[in-house]
């Protein structure tokens, strides 16, 4: 049985990624940071009972603001397989708090790295790179940009990004980037533009809410449904030879597009409902993302199956369920049609959805 560690197991990504490899029957370790709320909502339903038998699904507290546990951890596991999917992952807070976003989003990796190095054993390695290292260069983006980052999070993941590099050619390890597009679902945090969004609108629908207060809304992002980026990502360590791969839709929508998409499929009238803040600009943007994912196609024989209609109806109807409101149901017949078993709106969307529901701000 392969053995695999999830840093950021409690993620949007690495809560999908644990079901994933579940389903190819992985034993699945998770690093958890301890906090005085729960954090752990979007993995409850796979959740073992650590004094059960053999349990499959194990869970270790770990910060990468620290060092202690890494070495130990990974020495004693010795998985097959380390994705590194933790991180201060949202821009705009970036800004904020710039030199923590350094240690966990950039050093937090070179941690991990240095801790395979130093215990000698043999494991892939998957840093989760970002198409926000590629900020301001020209539309469409491949393995061959050149980055030109706009934020603190993005030079701390073009940080990552290459140190993923140095201890690949440096040491000859397996250490790959996946440098994923924008990828969202019914688990996307509360507070990135695609979720704020479908609260909102489930919000609005319930006479909960009148308005959405949003910032830029010309800024376009490559949109994709995150469970079939998790499947990218296991790909990318089925391959003989580690590299780096784009993964994303090749299609470029703005936050208006997707407003009115949004809206429109909940038949509401966004123009009555939606507030454009000050509040929620950056002090810099990047404006446009495309991802071109020839080599994925080529090499991964990756393919998107949800496009940006279906992305949309999916996480309507989530949010809507969540509020207890009857949705239109195309998002379930989307994943009957699409998507394969382990990712099925009765085992992965409904058991999660209401223990998601958060609070929406930045
Ligand atoms: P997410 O939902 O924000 O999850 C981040 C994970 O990192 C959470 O499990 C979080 O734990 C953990 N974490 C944060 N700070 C940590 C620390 N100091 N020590 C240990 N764990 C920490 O992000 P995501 O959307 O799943 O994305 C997964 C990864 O892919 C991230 O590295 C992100 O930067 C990258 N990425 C995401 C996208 C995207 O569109 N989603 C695109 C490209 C790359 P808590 O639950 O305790 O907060
Ligand atoms: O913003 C605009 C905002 O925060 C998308 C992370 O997963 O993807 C994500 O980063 C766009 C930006 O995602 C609001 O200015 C307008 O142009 O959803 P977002 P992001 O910044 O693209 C990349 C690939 C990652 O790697 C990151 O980890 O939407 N926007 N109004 C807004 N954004 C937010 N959050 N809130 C608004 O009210």
Sequence with gaps: MKRA??????????SYLAELLLAHGYEVHGVIRRASTFNTQRIDHIYQDPNEENPRLRLHYGDLASTEWILDLIYHLAPDEIYNLAAQSHVKVSFEIPDYTGDVTGLGTTKILEAIRRSGIKTKFYQASSSEMFGRAPAPQDEATPFQPRSPYAAAKVYSYWMTRIYREGYGMFAANGILFNHESPRRGETFVTRKITRGIAAIAAGRE???????LDAQRDWGYAPEYMEAAWGILQQEKPDDFVIGIGEAHSVREFVEEAFTYAGLDWKAHVKVSERYLRPLEVDRLVANTAKAQKELQWQPRIRFADL?????DADMEVLGLQSLGKGKIIL???L?????????VSKVIRATAGRASE
């Excluded at 560690?5 to 690495?14: F, H, N, S, V, W």
């Design 312 to 316: 949309v109806a999916i996480m309507v």
């Design 336 to 338: 009957e049609e699409k």
């Design 210 to 216: 009148q308005f959405l207060h949003l910032g830029n």
């Design 5 to 14: 560690l999830i840093t950021g197991i409690t993620g949007q990504d690495g």
């Design 340 to 348: 394969g078993h382990w990712h099925q709106w009765h085992n992965s």
